[in-house]
């Protein structure tokens, strides 16, 4: 282990110019530094040159499995264009959101790093496989507003940018969009595609099982965050819980939660409210969970973007990290 961990801060230190290895304290630098080397080592199929700590825990879309196993036998290409990095220094935690490639097919990797004194204690991995290609063009980079920082006088303090977030998850249990604090040009993407505030209508992400219920979704898709929750069209999510808000980017304006989406599968038909042409819904999905990675932007304390990614699961599984 001193081995690995003198050769990761050597490393670390040419990269960030800092004294990471007598301090073992790790800046915003040192963290976006670390995940990028925890990247490049998950496609070289090596983990041996990463300050890990004896006990670290590592979990892919909730399975707890060891450290070699899950993406780290098939990741073949590291993300080179998408990224977004949230760095939390209050939480020394660092989330990461990107596109790269496992058995050279392109998936959505949702990272989370615990970092305790220069030691990494905690890997969490969501993936999100089998994308779309017509969806991989909003996959290419970034919208600019996550990477950008946010000006002082716009900053939002912490716990008012977890409660915003968290507004959000009210929202949708509730079904009035009114709860959160989105911003006119609230922008939502899914998995690649853009699921509000589309100029026409859009394909929805996912078949929704008839040509009439895609294209009733391709309308909703048109509507500003706040109008399609109140349409009532994601009342078919039973619970969101855990929502695991812990990361936060105040530099930046980023929440990044963990939240597990609940569907008890008992919602077959939705009556839809305020869409003119609109009517109903006919769901075909039934019973599941889906594990998902989510990155808020908050500025003056409003909701402007929205990235989602997510994989489905059995109905009833658990967080590992709850």
Not at 128 to 143: E, F, G, H, K, V
Not at 150 to 164: G, K
Not at 256 to 267: E, I
């Amino acid at each position: 282990m001193i081995k690995h961990w003198t050769a990761a801060a050597a490393l670390l230190t040419a990269l960030t110019g800092a004294s990471f290895a007598e301090s073992k304290h790790c800046d915003r630098a040192c963290m976006m530094a670390l995940t990028d080397q925890y990247l490049a080592a998950l496609v070289k199929h090596d983990p041996s040159g990463l300050p890990l700590s004896k006990g670290v825990r590592f979990t892919e879309t909730t399975a707890e499995i060891r450290i070699g196993d899950g993406l780290w036998v098939g990741a073949s290409e590291a993300p080179t264009t998408f990224k977004i990095y949230a760095v939390d220094p209050e939480s020394t935690q660092v989330g990461f959101y990107g596109v790269m490639k496992e058995n050279n097919r392109p998936l959505i990797i949702a990272l989370r790093l615990k970092v305790v004194d220069g030691e990494i204690t905690e890997i969490e991995h969501v993936l999100a496989r089998n994308m779309r290609p017509d969806r991989m063009q909003n996959l290419m980079t970034p919208r600019a507003a996550f990477l950008a920082d946010v000006p002082p006088s716009e900053r939002t303090p912490r716990e008012d940018m977890i409660n915003a977030a968290n507004s959000y998850f009210e929202a949708i249990e509730h079904g009035d969009g009114e709860i959160a604090p989105f911003a006119e040009d609230c922008e939502r993407h899914e998995n690649g595609g853009q699921t509000t505030h589309n100029a026409t209508p859009v394909p929805w992400p996912v078949p929704m099982g008839s040509p009439e219920a895609d294209h009733a979704m391709a309308v909703l898709g048109t509507l500003t965050c706040t109008a399609q929750i109140n349409s009532q069209i994601l009342s078919f999510i039973t619970r969101l819980w855990p929502r695991r808000l812990g990361l936060v980017d105040e530099q930046k304006g980023l929440v990044y939660a963990f939240p597990m989406f609940q569907h008890r599968g008992a919602v077959h038909t939705i009556k839809i409210k305020g869409v003119p042409g609109v009517d109903t819904i006919q769901m075909n999905g039934g019973t599941s969970n889906l594990q998902a990675g989510e990155i808020f932007k908050i500025r003056g304390g409003k909701i402007h973007e929205i990235e989602a990614m997510g994989a489905s699961l059995p109905y009833g599984t658990k967080s590992p990290w709850d």
